[in-house]
């Protein structure tokens, strides 16, 4: 229950009740903030002894019957002051101690000595019933900067002995408890410095660069602009880091990561993302002209030679560009563009950026798809090989016939060879159908050599195929002769050639 309140809130404060061996009742605090790094929950809490302000108030209800014998032993300041007059009717020795006897002068020299003026207590007093018929009880933090001491005050109204209605206000010191915060926000910076940012450069680290990605894309829409998001790799970064050591490799991150901060805007985002890579968010963009123009100038600020320890290092950036709107998706998925973007730049020879395209990564896409889907076509044997007749018109006879491939697709019907062998051109699918092809149509071939048909089968292969050093010892190695207990395979059909036979013995 506590844990998840407090990865709810992030922050919270929390009163707790023990008891001692002795059986009397002590009270903390507890001041508590969450974060989350790494994928590990992180808690710091700081306890605090708050048995004295409990003590505190509970004089409060005994006020009420006008024991003011037992604000004498309350461990703070305590004094009663008239709702009307604001004369002081009663201190405790607290406030005698520190400023003297007060009674019959005005609140605010009760516990603020030298103020000039009606105290924060007068000031909203409104705030209290005067008739005591709804009377809340009010609460204030008070810093007094002469002697750097902080009070918590708590008012509330009473009954006097006279009948009338009165205002208590108890003080009671909580210098430790507010450097304690000061401590506590001190550890949250820390915790926080180590779950969005990089502990190296100081820039932000993929979370936080994410989360920022994510809330920008809404910015951008509803401004009509659009924004760059921008994966940059170091070029020649792992010389340095391999030649010259890890120390020198980190300082010259840090130099990096302050051009990069130097040349864009404090709109604009940088994220160290692990090794010498960055990611960049570049708010704002009207056009890809002007995103280009800010990258040139990134690119310039970047290439300035750097001076290490005495000595002169050259390094460039290859960055890859994709842009919102015109690429949709998530931030992992512009991201991952922009670094198939990044790796472009770099074939072409790095120390420049290249704009991913997203109708070309479209067709890239549907390529890599329809080459899978040839793939497990093969494997379902849904290739199918038909045989077209070589005819001797001078004899009348049929000579031989040609294998050629087909696919039968079960939702577009039966597709020729133009329609999917440009596609695996080059591929190692390309490999793999060539040897399906020949080794079905010598086996079909073998087929009818036995029953009698004395055919020259021609066989399409691609020169790629027949590149390959093993091709001819693999070829050999493919049957010859037919297997009578094995029907002819699936798929092997020669229905023109039985046509035209039927034909002329007719």
Avoid at 151 to 171: K, M, N, Q
């Amino acid at each position: 229950m506590f844990l998840r309140k407090l990865r709810e809130k992030g922050r919270i404060t929390i009163e707790d009740c023990g008891h001692h061996r002795n059986g009397k009742p002590y009270y903390v605090e507890i001041n508590a903030h969450y974060a989350r790094n790494e994928g590990q929950d992180s808690i710091v809490a700081i306890y605090r002894d708050i048995s004295e302000r409990k003590q505190s108030e509970l004089a409060l209800h005994e006020a009420n019957q006008r024991f003011t014998a037992v604000l004498d032993g309350i461990d703070a300041a305590v004094y009663v002051a008239d709702m009307d007059t604001y004369e002081v009717l009663y201190v405790n020795p607290k406030i005698r101690n520190r400023v003297g006897d007060v009674v019959g002068k005005k609140c605010w020299q009760a516990i603020r000595q030298g103020q000039s003026g009606p105290c924060e207590f007068c000031t909203n007093g409104k705030l209290l019933d005067r008739k005591g018929e709804t009377a809340r009880t009010y609460t204030w933090d008070y810093h007094d900067t002469a002697n750097n001491q902080w009070f918590h005050c708590t008012d509330r109204a009473i009954p006097w002995d006279d009948g009338r209605y009165v205002r208590l206000e108890v003080a009671t010191d909580i210098t430790d408890r507010m450097r304690d915060e000061k401590a506590l926000k001190k550890a949250h910076q820390q915790l926080e410095l180590l779950a969005y940012y990089d502990p190296l450069t100081k820039l932000a680290n993929r979370r936080l660069f994410i989360d920022h990605l994510s809330r920008s894309f809404a910015r951008a829409d509803r401004k009509k602009t659009k924004l760059a998001v921008c994966y940059l790799d170091l070029d020649g970064f792992k010389e340095v880091n391999d030649s010259l050591g890890h120390e020198l490799g980190d300082k010259l991150l840090k130099q990096v990561s302050e051009r990069l901060l130097n040349t864009l805007r404090g709109e604009d985002l940088v994220a160290r993302w692990g090794g010498d890579e960055f990611a960049l968010l570049i708010n704002g963009q009207h056009d890809e002209q002007t995103c280009a123009t800010t990258l040139d100038r990134l690119s310039s600020a970047l290439a300035v030679p750097y001076e290490l320890d005495g000595c002169v290092f050259h390094v460039t950036a290859s960055i890859g560009v994709t842009v919102y709107p015109q690429d949709q998706g998530d931030p992992d998925t512009l991201l991952r563009h922009a670094d198939q973007a990044m790796y472009l730049a770099k074939q072409r020879g790095r120390n420049q950026y290249y704009f991913f395209d997203p109708v070309q990564d479209r067709r890239v896409h549907a390529r890599r798809e329809y080459i899978s889907r040839i793939a497990e076509a093969i494997e379902k044997e849904e290739l199918q090989l038909f045989y077209q007749p070589k005819v001797d018109m001078v004899r009348g006879r049929i000579f031989g016939a040609e294998a050629l491939v087909r696919w039968q697709h079960p939702e577009q019907g039966l597709l020729p060879p133009n329609m999917f062998l440009p596609l695996i051109e080059g591929h190692r699918l390309q490999y793999a159908l060539d040897w399906w092809v020949l080794r079905t149509a010598i086996r079909q071939a073998a087929l009818w050599h036995a029953d009698g048909l004395d055919l020259v089968v021609g066989i399409n292969v691609s020169p790629s195929t027949i590149q390959y050093p093993d091709f001819t010892s693999q070829l050999m190695q493919l049957p010859k002769s037919p297997d009578r207990g094995i029907s002819a395979p699936e798929g092997c059909q020669y229905p023109l050639i039985s046509a035209w036979l039927n034909c002329r013995q007719r």
